[in-house]
């Protein structure tokens, strides 16, 4: 099966089929997004598909998902705050440090229409942060241990915490800024520690301990966290 990356649902799966006559898109059991297709079927007519249809996406992704409830006051991140005001329409504002919804008296933010409306202006703050907070973080504890990576990427279309290519490039998702600050340096040392092996060897786990001696709790409790879902 191959697959496309999209910026906002990450990586959806292609599953082509002499039997299928459309393109159709579907939740997977491990959460992330499925499309069957004709197998004459060009990609280019997926994409236009996906892009007629993010909002029908979103909330079907949002109705798949398993987290807390979006609720006024709550905590985006490490710096956003989700503020809810009354108005004609349903409107959404990113600042800085807050998340600025309007919605009309009819509307909730338990409504599924308005999750899945707010999905990408809650990804767009966890990026905000991301890019503010990752690039320094993981800068300084690369010099701290004498760690040496030839580029850096920040994502979100990926169902992992992150990643180090052979060429030295470590790939961090934004969802970390979900996560307790220890966990994010965890998943930095991890990477890092991929730099001098690209496995998982016993001397990989050494080196992972000789920078987070607290390593295998960290680990633990990491596997309890998903980066799909965006709070």
Same mark, same amino acid.
């Given at each position: 099966?191959?697959?496309?990356?999209?910026? $906002?649902?990450?990586?959806?799966?292609?599953?082509?089929? =002499?039997?299928?006559?459309?393109?159709?898109?579907? &939740?997977?059991?491990?959460?992330?997004?499925?499309? *069957?297709?004709?197998?004459?079927?060009?990609?280019? !007519?997926?994409?236009?598909?996906?892009?007629?249809?993010? =909002? $029908?996406?979103?909330?079907?992704?949002?109705?798949?998902?398993?987290?807390?409830?979006?609720?006024?006051?709550?905590?985006?991140?490490?710096?956003?705050?989700?503020?809810? @005001?009354?108005?004609?329409?349903?409107?959404?504002? %990113?600042?800085? !440090?807050?998340?600025?919804?309007?919605?009309? &008296?009819?509307?909730?933010?338990? $409504?599924? #229409?308005?999750?899945?409306?707010?999905?990408?202006?809650?990804?767009?703050? %966890?990026?905000?942060? =991301? @890019?503010?907070?990752?690039?320094?973080? %993981? #800068?300084?504890? =690369?010099?701290?241990?004498?760690?040496?990576?030839? !580029?850096?990427?920040?994502?979100?279309?990926?169902?992992?915490?992150?990643?180090? *290519?052979?060429?030295?490039?470590?790939?961090?998702?934004?969802?970390?800024? @979900? %996560?307790?600050?220890?966990?994010?340096?965890?998943?930095?040392?991890? #990477?890092?520690?991929?730099? @001098?092996?690209?496995?998982? *060897?016993?001397?990989?786990?050494?080196? &992972?301990?000789?920078? $987070?001696?607290?390593?295998? #709790?960290?680990?633990?409790?990491?596997?309890?966290?998903?980066? !799909?879902?965006?709070?």
């Amino acid at each position: 099966m191959s697959s496309i990356i999209d910026p $906002d649902f990450g990586e959806i799966t292609i599953r082509r089929s =002499a039997l299928s006559r459309n393109i159709s898109i579907r &939740v997977a059991p491990n959460g992330k997004l499925r499309a *069957s297709m004709p197998a004459y079927a060009g990609i280019g !007519s997926l994409k236009r598909m996906i892009n007629a249809s993010r =909002a $029908d996406i979103a909330k079907l992704m949002t109705q798949q998902k398993t987290h807390a409830p979006l609720r006024e006051g709550m905590t985006i991140g490490k710096s956003h705050t989700l503020i809810v @005001k009354n108005g004609p329409s349903l409107a959404a504002r %990113l600042t800085k !440090s807050q998340l600025e919804v309007t919605l009309p &008296v009819t509307m909730s933010l338990e $409504d599924p #229409e308005v999750e899945a409306y707010l999905t990408p202006h809650l990804i767009k703050a %966890l990026r905000q942060e =991301a @890019k503010a907070y990752l690039p320094r973080r %993981l #800068e300084y504890l =690369a010099q701290q241990h004498g760690f040496t990576y030839e !580029s850096a990427r920040f994502s979100h279309a990926s169902s992992r915490w992150g990643s180090c *290519s052979s060429r030295g490039t470590i790939s961090l998702n934004i969802a970390l800024m @979900k %996560l307790p600050f220890e966990l994010i340096d965890y998943v930095i040392y991890h #990477e890092l520690s991929h730099l @001098k092996n690209m496995n998982h *060897s016993t001397a990989f786990w050494s080196l &992972v301990e000789s920078l $987070d001696p607290y390593y295998r #709790e960290h680990r633990r409790t990491l596997k309890t966290h998903n980066p !799909s879902a965006y709070i």
